[in-house]
């Protein structure tokens, strides 16, 4: 037996001096994409292994965001993590508390020596994933923006000019009130995903905090504020127009985009500029694609929105070559001919500047009109502190707290002041759950 | 005395070997996990477990401190009061017609029972399907017929009634069966002779049937409670996540949302202990207090 074994040991030592590097090192990924999204990941990763020999990128689907994201951190307790993981934004506070577990992207670039400019990418982008040192801690991936699709058919039977969106939200609740009194579309207006596009990207493009601390960037001792008078007179609008029939609230996440296509579908909704793909596929009208509305007399609005989507985080604990390996495929992945096409194909916007303006160059935007304009909200002006991004741990909490309160402005219990003071009051609890629970480190 | 035989059989391995795979099933899958749920339940710990601290009770406090935790409570108990209820009476009333029925019994037995093949899961997608606010045929038939307004992702009476009726759509199925081989145990003869004395088949239904169904009935009871307080979870998964403002947030919902959607892992074990004692408690009493006025035949 003892002998069996010692033969198996030196056999193994002997396979693994006479292959140097030979079987190339396998590099796990998770991802959330699904659909044609799954194989557009599946194609990149089948180009890079092409493309050299030494590293193999595998990915895997693993079920949603937030199921990936749990089955990742149940694999790092159980001491065995994917070498990448794809994490929705609103994870992003979680996994940059667990410090020892990560890491961080711009170590992983300048240890491997790849070229790696941060300055490269959208900031707007680029901002949202780094510290507050402005490091970047995980490569962006999917990113997209809030936007206004509205349905051209309906703008000309309600005698509206179908080339003038509305601008600001007082515009676009005269043009619901158009809508409906010519009855050109059973439902005026909707939105999908309200508490990112209402408050969080709002916010943003308002200019106003979202939070203390720079919206969470500077600590966990964060605080909620997106109570303030531009909000509260924002959600009050929205609150007088479902109360009069012209905002119809139809659920939490993508509803709004169903609604948006479907025969019986609003006029106008605001999502992300990621929903495209389905609605081009889908709609039977004209459509167009314009900026997130925003309110008059607000100074510095329209400033930026903020991103949605999701980034790549790097495990930590993993063997050198892994590090050379995911440093290679980061520098791939961001290249602008794979960024360009993964923009075109999918409605996420460009990561690179490098990226925007090769898609420029190839004429995507004059024969997809409007697909531009989601970089271009972002590209608007530099970011501030209020428009960098939000980056609260217990987020996922912070929006079902937020859908809960807004929801209750929507049907008329809650006045629009009286909801956001509870969503704060309620939200703070949850971010001192969490300073308490990752405090120490 | 002494002529009384025992049988009597060496005591070896062989006892210990054969109770071993239950016992370790037991330990593995029920006693491992409910100890360690009670042991986080004292903790407070960040997803990734990198930063541990015992906090004692405190998990427990914040859980009854907060005041969504117990309107859980109140809508657990409301969930699982309609869903057992709706669920016994509609499957008793088949199962009598079907007992009553001589011909086509066996066609509709069949029928009867398919809903409890279909996953609750699959069963709550096609009740959202069909109550969808903005497509679904009862919403459309709702509005054209009786002019009602229904869109259960604001309204929580709503949304409580379509959860309630998915999950006890696919219970009746299984009530059901029960009911019916219940009922088809039931001697002839006693039937007959209430029918002889002159008792319709509604007197008979009250006086004879139900009362010798009453084992059945406290099984099926049991049965369901506990299903209404931890099956449902697909259900309301699939269509209300809870929703609306926790109109449909039962206990055990809330447990996983916080637990694995939240990763407050404490503070979810603690309400997987708080529910473990009331499951237990619960079947307990049913067990002590109700089960005493049953009479097995």
Known sequence: MRIKLLAAALAGAGLVAALPAQAA????????????????????????NASQSEYKVVPVFKGGYADSMSAAIAAYRAKNPPDIVQ??????????????????????????????DPKAYIPAVASYYSDERGRMISLPFNSSTTVLFYNKDAFKKAGLDPNKPPKTWEELAEDAAKIKAANAAPCAFTTSWQSWVQLESSSAWHNVPFATLDNGFGGMGAKLEFNNPVMVKHIELLGQMAKDGRFTYVGRTTEGDSKFYSDNGCAMNTESSASYGNTKKNAKFEFGISELPYHEGVKGAPQNTIIGGASLWVFSGKPKSH???????????????????????????????????LTQKQGFYEKNPGTDIAVQQLLLKNPTKASKGVRLGNLPQIRNIIDEELESVWTGKKSAKAALDEAVKRGDEELRKFQRANSGK | MASQKRAQYPVGWLPYALV????????????????????????VQDTFGLNVQFVGLLNFRELFADTYYLNSFWVTGVFSTLMTGSALVISLLLAACCDYLIRGTRAYKTLLVWPYAVAPAVAAVLWAFIFSPGAGIMTYALRVW????????????????????????????????????????????????????????????????????????????????????????????????????????????????????????????????????????????????????????
Do not use: C
């Open chain 1, 323 to 357: 590090y050379k390996g995911i440093a290679k495929f980061f520098t791939f992945l961001s290249s602008p001919e794979i960024q360009a096409e993964w923009h075109q194909g999918t409605g996420y916007v460009p990561i690179t500047k490098a990226a925007y303006e």
């Open chain 2, 146 to 297: 009786f002019g009602y307004d229904w869109n259960y992702l604001l309204n929580g009476g709503q949304a409580l009634t379509l959860v309630v009726i998915a999950s006890a759509w696919k219970q009746v199925s299984y009530n059901f069966l029960f009911f019916l081989a219940g009922m088809q145990a039931i001697p002839k003869s006693l039937i007959e002779a209430a029918a002889i004395d002159g008792a319709g088949p509604l007197r008979r239904f009250a006086t004879v049937v139900f009362p010798l169904l009453a084992p059945t009935t406290f099984f099926l009871l049991v049965v369901n409670i506990v299903n209404a307080f931890f099956e449902s979870f697909g259900v309301i998964d699939t269509t209300t996540q809870g929703g609306p403002v926790r109109a449909t947030q039962i206990l055990v919902y809330k447990v996983f949302q916080d637990g694995f959607k939240g990763g407050d892992l404490g503070g979810s074990s603690a309400q997987s202990v708080v529910l473990m004692a009331i499951v237990m408690g619960l079947t307990v009493i049913q067990f002590r207090y109700i089960e005493r006025r049953i009479q097995y035949a």
């Open chain 2, 20 to 43: 071993a795979p239950q016992l370790a099933i037991t330990l593995i899958f029920f006693i491992w996990p409910a100890s360690q749920a009670l042991w986080w339940s004292l903790l």
């Open chain 1, 25 to 48: 090192t396998e590099i796990q990924w998770w991802h959330s994409m699904t659909g044609a999204n799954d194989e557009r990941v599946n194609n990149i990763a089948n180009k890079f």
């Open chain 1, 87 to 116: 994490v929705f934004e609103v994870g992003t506070a979680t996994m940059m508390a667990a410090k020892s577990a990560i890491k961080p992207v711009y170590q992983v670039m300048h240890e491997a020596g790849e070229k790696f």
